[in-house]
């Protein structure tokens, strides 16, 4: 029986980004494209950009995207993908952390809100364990509308949300028969352009 893949083994899957020109109605990213071109990063890329946040600062998964967007020279970046793959971070480095590598040298996760700054029950342990790591690190976790949020997020947003990126090299790109299978099973459920795809934050 084949064994299960963990966080690590799809962080390290050499799975690399490519840029979509043709977005399905519909599709994750079609109405921020407008028109434009969509990155569909990877998870090393997503990892890679979390751990340039340094203590105090948070980023929302928006301004990972647009970060990513930024490096590719396109519109936007792909907002269930770009999710995913965060998410496979943070697990990831968890299964470091419980291997014994040392907390210090672990992707800081905990540094990545939603939009709004609100932060993520589907992290790790829960909001719980993000407002504790946050805090830990001086960052106030506030309740808002029902949610634990960080109120000055955009104040604390780190410099690879204000500035572009270093190059990389120009990733593939497709006439859309390359979008991610998360956005094509989102697609496929949501067919219709008369209700296209909320984005996930």
């Known amino acids: 029986m084949a064994r299960t893949k963990s966080a690590l083994d799809h962080l390290n899957s050499g799975r690399q980004p490519h840029v979509v020109h043709v977005i399905p109605p519909g599709a994750p990213g079609y109405r921020e494209a407008n028109g434009g071109a969509m990155v569909v990063s990877s998870p090393a890329e997503v990892d890679a950009l979390v751990r340039r946040i340094g203590p105090g600062e ?106 572009p990126l270093p190059g990389a090299q120009p990733p593939p790109a497709d006439d859309g028969a390359g979008l991610s299978q998360v956005a094509r099973n989102s697609t496929t459920a949501s067919s219709s352009p008369r209700r296209p795809l909320k984005n996930r934050t």
């Open 58 to 163: 948070v980023a929302t998964l928006d301004d990972l995207r647009a970060a990513l967007a930024r490096r590719h020279g396109v519109e936007t970046a792909c907002p269930v993908s770009t999710a995913i793959f965060a998410g496979m971070s943070a697990r990831a480095a968890e299964e470091l952390r419980r291997a014994g590598q040392p907390a210090e040298t672990l992707t800081p996760w905990w540094r990545v809100l939603k939009r709004g700054g609100f932060l993520n029950p589907k992290l790790p342990g829960g909001i719980e364990r993000q407002k504790m790591l946050l805090e830990a690190e001086g960052v106030r976790v506030s309740p808002l509308r029902k949610q634990l949020a960080v109120f000055d997020h955009e104040g604390r947003r780190p410099q690879i949300c204000e500035a």
